[in-house]
Structures are given as C-alpha cells and as structure tokens.
C-alpha cells in the first residue's frame, strides 16, 4: 500500500493480558515512530527506530512497553499487564531517512482496556 | 525542552471567511515547526513545515502559516474556510537533543459551520 498501516483498528482486552500492536511502514521509509493519544490530550512520543535500532526509549511510559522493530520494516508495539490508563489510540509515523522531519502517520489502534 | 502551545481548544468559523489557528513556541535554539491535521477516524496528514527561509510557509489544502519569531508564533491560516476543514489540527516542534521526535501541541477542533 501507498501509506502507513496498523492493525488492528480496535483492540479490546481485559486488564492484566498482554496486547501487540503492529505498524507496517511505507516501503523505503527507514525512520519509525509510535505516538499515543489519549483522550483530552495531545500526541505523547513513546519511541522511535533508524533502521531496526531504537536510539530513543525516552517515551516509554513504563518498562511494561516494550518495542522492535526487524528487517527494516515492521514494527511491534507490545505492552505487558494492561492497564486502564494504557487505554489510548497508539499512532505509527515513518519518515523517509534521517533528518527528513515529515512523519507520514497510519490510522492508529484504538486500544481499550477494560 | 521544547514545546507548543495552542491557546484554543476549539475554533468556530463560518464557510468562506478566514480563519487562523494559533501556536506560540518555546525552543533553544533555530525552531522546527509543523502542522498536522486528523480527520475523524483517519490518521495524521502533514500539512506544511517551517524550517527556514520564507516567514510564510504554503502547504496542503490552501492552508498557509506565518512564522512569527518576534512572537514566537506559528499561526495556521487560510484566506476561505471550508466545510470539509472541520478537523482536529496540532501544531509540533522538532525536539531537541532528540531531534526525531516531535513534541505536540494538545491539538485545536476547527468547525467551520455552512
């Protein structure tokens, strides 16, 4: 496809299960990004990739969030014993090469736990 | 650290009259400044940039913004709003030392009524 996809669209899952979230980047682009929205609040920053290596794990929230990212390309987002306060839309950006600062977003996944 | 900040949580304009958005931002250094608007249930699209040069910066869709230094302002603008606007529109600023990642405003509801 011509854009960033994630998947799914909507996970619903129970406290304390684990959820994976994937972002299939734009073909060519090496810089990944995962962002979270939560309601009433802006984009949070939780990390990025250049190639398959994750310089930046500033933005993890906790050490329950954990990411990587293989061949180049696809990237998982992994969060351990859900929270509620992990219910959020997680938000996937690639950018072309490096220093190139128009991120291309993916739809997002809507995760909720409950 | 970086940051933006959009005074207004929403803007209410009225088809084919002007609107502005607002940003101010707060940076060390030259700023790297972006707008990003999210339609409903579809994911960032990139709008425009300001990274040097002109103070007025052209991008997607009509819309213009005007880099303000003397202000520290950043204001999205287009000379006749659509219908089709109504969005949900953030301002963001490269960070620094990790400059892949953008730091976000918490976003402006633009309504543009017929």
């Known amino acids: 496809g011509a854009g960033v996809s994630q998947s799914p669209s909507n996970k619903v899952t129970e406290k304390g299960k684990d959820v994976e979230l994937r972002c299939d980047p734009i073909s060519g682009h090496t810089a990944l990004y995962w962002y979270r929205q939560s309601l009433g609040q802006g984009l949070e920053f939780l990390i990025y990739f250049q190639g398959n290596s994750a310089p930046d794990k500033s933005g993890l929230p906790s050490d329950r969030f954990s990411a990587e990212r293989t061949g180049g390309s696809v990237s998982t987002l992994t969060i351990q014993r859900t929270q509620q306060e992990d219910s959020a839309v997680y938000l996937c950006?690639?950018?072309?090469?490096?220093?190139?600062?128009?991120?291309?977003f993916g739809p997002g996944t809507r995760l909720t736990v409950t | 650290a970086q940051s933006v900040a959009q005074p207004e949580d929403q803007v209410n304009v009225a088809e084919g009259n002007p609107l502005t958005v607002k940003c101010t931002y707060s940076v060390s250094g030259n700023p790297y400044l972006f707008w990003y608007v999210q339609y409903p249930n579809r994911g960032l699209q990139f709008l425009l940039k300001?990274?040097?040069?002109?103070?007025l910066v052209k991008g997607s869709y009509g819309f213009e913004a005007e880099f303000n230094k003397s202000q520290t302002s950043f204001h999205l603008k287009k000379p006749s709003a659509l219908v089709s606007d109504s969005a949900l529109y953030f301002c963001?600023?490269?960070?620094?030392?990790?400059?892949?990642?953008?730091?976000f405003g918490t976003g402006t509801r633009l309504l543009v009524s017929p």
């Open positions: 950006a690639s950018s072309l090469r490096f220093g190139d600062y128009e991120q291309y």
């Open positions: 963001a600023v490269r960070d620094i030392p990790g400059f892949q990642k953008l730091v």
């Open positions: 300001y990274i040097t040069g002109d103070n």
